[in-house]
């Protein structure tokens, strides 16, 4: 008996433990919750679900027409350093060494670990890069502006066409972008803190700045900007204490120094054409302006060479590519910081209003100075996606001060407030995955949608449609030619290039070069800039977006030239 009741004992004494701890931890966990703010919570959940989002459809996008060049100059650089610098090659590769590898390098070097296919690596790796752009935004917004700011910041960002559509494919600006939205940050933080910024700080700053340069040479700005932040942290009155001030300035140079040493490092360690001269990566700056290749954009359907765009060609296209939530909420804070009659003379005030004017100031200083300059300019703003964080963190901060106003007015014109903001931004996500995968292709209202920027803007530059399209033209073919459509050879036409289409593309269905595209039998490309009309042939199939066609399958044997011999 007295075992029996024993046994029992031990049965029901763990049960009651375990169910102890759970309610402990439980209790604790709801604690933590009730604790954090709520848009903090919803940061956080925002940024699961990316993630969440990210890994279940990553594989869904195409190689890009430059992908298969930029993992070729990864391995190049590699080659570099394992050959103890004699090995040249890189140098010679086209003009890539003039641009940073620290992520072609990365790519590669996972790429020899993990047993993934190496594009699809880089596209999950620029994704998670992207996310991490999304975190610093979020981040700086709510620096500056608390947790609300930095909510509707990550959901600016995110909801970004140019920038989440673009976080699989553009692995040059969507890691510049991010290393330069991490730097900024890290600025910002060690600026509160000067003349002697805590050293973490610091260390970050550097840190950031070196990745940016090991992506492209133009993160050089950021220098620029950390002269700026000093310029106007430094203490008032100006008239005077001049004594003061410059010791205030070289104290916080001083203390920068060490990031710059960090970044210095960094950068000639991803970029080797920076380590061969200290003024390679200005050299490497000026050298983009001098890019005059006979490549041709549009605007307005209007047709351009890259080195004639008009000079609203870049304002255009950003304003045309955000949506107009993001855009009115940017214009209205920047309208605002304009005002001298709404500056402060607390120091918080005072303080915040020069946080956001050098967020400001990174927005679009760089689209001013390509205005002046008007530099070469070519697939819409993707080479300006480093700007694209700060003004979601502008709008995050206008977004937030509205609603802030709104509370303070009456608490259901809050709510009223906050379900325009929510019905504004479902809209825009109701957007993207009728897009997917092609969400780099959204386009606002202004301009009508992509409905409106069809064949008069930009669009799948990347020729994103090449999964897709392939599959249309197998199903074309085992469907109408079941007995030799995966053993008689055809010839394809890509408007495109080769290494994209051959990742997708069966082995009997070859490739041929442009000056052999009459011989073709069939023929698959974008409506972007209207190469679907460079070939005749019969479409057989169509590949749409919101009932807009965005690329062409077409059949040319009926009409194709004769007699092909394949040449070099």
Known sequence: ???????????????????????????????????????????????????????????????????????????????????????????????????????????????????????????????????????????????????RAGFFAIVALALCGSWYGGMFNHTKGIPLATFMAGATYFLIRAARDLPIPRMRHVIGLGVMTGAAL???????????????TILINTPRPFAGYWKERAQFILTSMLWFL??????????????????????????????????????????????????????????????????LLTLGATVLITALLAVPALASDQAENRKRRREIGLIAFTAFFPVVCQVIAQGPALDGCRHFLFVFPPIAVLAGIGLSGGIGLLKRWHRNAMMGGLAFIAVCYAWTATKLVELHPHEYLYYNQLVGGLQGASRRFVTDYWVNIMPEAVEELNDFLDRTEPATAKTHNYRVAVCGERVSYEEYARPNLHWIKMWDWRYADFYIAPTHMNCDRNLDGKTIATIERMGVVIGVVKDRRAIRAHGYKPTE
């Open 214 to 228: 090991g992506i492209r040479s133009l993160s050089l700005l950021l220098f620029g900007y950390a002269g700026l």
């Open 258 to 323: 060490p990031g710059l040493v960090i970044a210095y490092v960094i950068m000639i360690v991803t970029w080797p054409y920076a380590a061969l001269s200290p003024l390679n990566p200005i050299r490497g700056l000026i050298s983009f302006g001098d890019f005059h290749y006979h490549i041709r954009t549009i605007i307005f359907g209007r047709m351009y060479e890259m080195a004639d765009v008009p000079r609203y060609y870049i304002p255009t296209y950003i304003a045309i590519r955000l949506p």
């Open 1 to 147: 008996m007295s075992d029996s009741i024993t046994g029992q004992l031990g049965q029901s004494g763990p049960r009651r433990s375990l169910r102890a701890v759970f309610s402990t931890l439980l209790k604790r966990l709801l604690n933590w919750i009730a604790a954090r703010d709520a848009f903090d919570l919803a940061s956080a959940c925002a940024l699961v679900a990316l993630l969440t989002i990210v890994f279940w459809t990553f594989q869904d996008y195409a190689v890009s027409n430059d992908e298969g060049l930029q993992s070729h100059y990864g391995e190049l650089i590699i080659a570099y350093y394992k050959s103890g610098f004699t090995d040249q090659s890189l140098f010679k590769f086209d003009n890539l060494y003039l641009y940073g590898g620290l992520f072609d390098t990365v790519a590669v070097l996972l790429g020899k670990v993990l047993p993934v296919d190496i594009y699809e690596l880089r596209h999950l790796l620029c994704a998670l890069i992207g996310i991490g752009g999304i975190v610093a935004t979020g981040a700086t917004a709510r620096l500056i502006a608390g947790p």
